[in-house]
T-cell receptor, first 110, second 113 residues
Framework: AQRVTQPEKLLSVFKGAPVELKCNYS??????LFWYVQYSRQRLQLLLR??SRESIKGFTADLNKGETSFHLKKPFAQEEDSAMYYC????????????FGTGTRLKVLA | ETGVTQSPTHLIKTRGQQVTLRCSSQ?????VSWYQQALGQGPQFIFQ???????GRGNFPPRFSGLQFPNYSSELNVNALELDDSALYLC????????????FGPGTRLTVL
């Protein structure tokens, strides 16, 4: 079954602490992986994608094909990072689809 | 350059009715995707349209249908509404069907009574 799993519904960390949002996927091909973010009262927006290998707002994510994971990390959390984070995948061939995880709410405490 | 817009913002229907939701894509974007987001869940892919043709579909029954128009607007139609259709409906546009960076609209909240 094709699936994206985000095991934590809520993650609370203190400002300045490291953050890791977990994402595991199940897909029988080579997907493209993404992290989307939704800040309070804003629309869903792309944070980063694995093919670009960028660091956006201090966040990075490494695709581990062996563990089928794409965890999102940031070494020092900021209060403005508080948001809903969704991991998603799309196939790189065949029928188009987009599969989102259920999301993790990150709360960064002062 | 304007972003993705959706109308209406909220909608209340009764079971068995039909509904049409509208989306205006970002200018120049040939591709639009529609998603259903139930409370506490991630967006679920309904389908994608590229240059007015369906380009991919998720696990949704045929009573969910769509249209895309040359002026960057699109519609999601749902027939024979069921209570479980109550959700936030999102559209997202992208420049090309192989450009997977999607730009989302604010959504339409549909309540089915």
């Amino acid at each position: 079954a094709q699936r994206v799993t985000q095991p934590e519904k809520l993650l609370s960390v203190f400002k300045g602490a490291p953050v890791e949002l977990k994402c595991n996927y199940s897909y029988s091909g080579s997907p493209e992986l993404f992290w989307y973010v939704q800040y309070s009262r804003q629309r869903l927006q792309l944070l980063l994608r694995h093919i670009s290998r960028e660091s956006i707002k201090g966040f990075t994510a490494d695709l581990n094909k062996g563990e089928t994971s794409f965890h999102l990390k940031k070494p020092f959390a900021q209060e403005e990072d508080s948001a809903m984070y969704y991991c998603a995948l799309t196939p790189t061939s065949g029928t188009y689809k987009y599969i989102f995880g259920t999301g993790t709410r990150l709360k960064v405490l002062a | 350059e304007t972003g993705v817009t959706q109308s209406p913002t909220h909608l209340i229907k009764t079971r068995g009715q039909q509904v049409t939701l509208r989306c205006s894509s970002q200018s120049g974007h040939n591709t639009v995707s529609w998603y259903q987001q139930a409370l506490g869940q991630g967006p679920q892919f309904i389908f994608q349209y590229y240059r007015e043709e369906e380009n991919g579909r998720g696990n949704f029954p045929p009573r969910f249908s769509g249209l895309q128009f040359p002026n960057y607007s699109s519609e999601l139609n749902v027939n024979a509404l069921e209570l479980d259709d109550s959700a936030l409906y999102l559209c997202a546009s992208s420049f090309d069907r192989w450009d997977n960076e999607q730009f989302f609209g604010p959504g339409t909240r549909l309540t089915v009574l």
